[in-house]
């Protein structure tokens, strides 16, 4: 089974025939919300609202443990996730989707492994490609099923937040490679690695990062809710296309 989780500007599914919403519980807390379980396209599948239902988990509080744990526990296979990014290239503009193919972790103080000592042995997971390459392959596929232009690859950079970067942090992520900047990449992906779970990314620029293009001087964050709700339809089309694949 597919999951999707929902970040900002997708904290539902509006095409999802909801069969049922359960509150779950997990080792690690409580996940986000209840999963939806429903059927998209005659395919089953389940919803995760990242921030929350009503939008108000911020991601540096983001139970990324247990979000992931629950998904796993529902008996999913591979996690689609959808966030929204600032576009650092300069061709990444607002509205351009992309799947990620590379990570730069700046987060800190989050719960970042389920191998935390304790009665588990010491576990080094494998993470050179952080992304799952069959799951980026269908939903590049997916995209081009149904017509969507979807770029294939970019270096995501995970920060803290909640604040945006200042301009001279975003150059420092420039010269480290990174292309996209965003707040909930990770642990997400370490997490679902660790577990066995495929995870790739839809990124979402809902604005180009602070000091550049239009973000020079301060980012337009009163634009990013138009840019976010157009930009999720042609999520939503991706994501029918890849599960009727
Ligand atoms: N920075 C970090 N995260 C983001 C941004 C940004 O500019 N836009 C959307 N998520």
């Not at 429903?38 to 239902?53: M, N, Q």
């Not at 990174?178 to 992906?189: D, H």
Request: aromatic fraction near 6%; hydrophobic fraction near 40%; charged fraction near 25%.
């Amino acid at each position: 089974m597919l999951a999707i989780i929902g970040g900002s500007g997708l904290s539902q599914l509006s095409d999802l025939e909801a069969t049922q919403r359960k509150v779950v519980r997990t080792p690690y807390g409580e996940p986000s919300g209840p999963l939806t379980y429903g059927k998209l396209r005659g395919s089953e599948i389940v919803f995760l609202a990242r921030h929350g239902y009503g939008h108000t988990i911020p991601p540096h509080q983001v139970n990324y443990q247990a979000n992931i744990w629950a998904l796993k526990d529902a008996g999913v296979e591979a996690v689609v996730s959808v966030a929204s990014v600032g576009g650092i290239r300069h061709d990444l503009g607002p509205g351009t989707l992309l799947v990620p193919e590379q990570i730069i972790d700046y987060t800190w103080g989050r719960r970042s492994t389920f191998f935390d000592g304790g009665d588990t042995p010491v576990t080094h997971i494998d993470f050179t490609r952080p992304y799952s390459d069959a799951l980026r392959d269908r939903i590049l596929r997916a995209a081009r099923d149904c017509g969507e232009a979807l770029l294939d690859g970019g270096v995501y950079a995970a920060t803290q937040g909640p604040r945006l970067e200042s301009a001279a942090e975003i150059n420092r992520l420039e010269r480290d490679g990174a292309e996209v900047v965003g707040m909930t990449g990770m642990p997400e992906a370490a997490l679902a690695r660790e577990v066995g779970l495929q995870y790739a990314a839809i990124s979402v620029v809902a604005n180009y990062a602070a000091g550049r293009a239009e973000s020079t001087q301060a980012v337009p964050l009163e634009r990013i809710e138009a840019v976010l709700d157009e930009a999720m339809r042609r999520v939503r089309r991706i994501i029918e296309a890849l599960v009727e694949s």
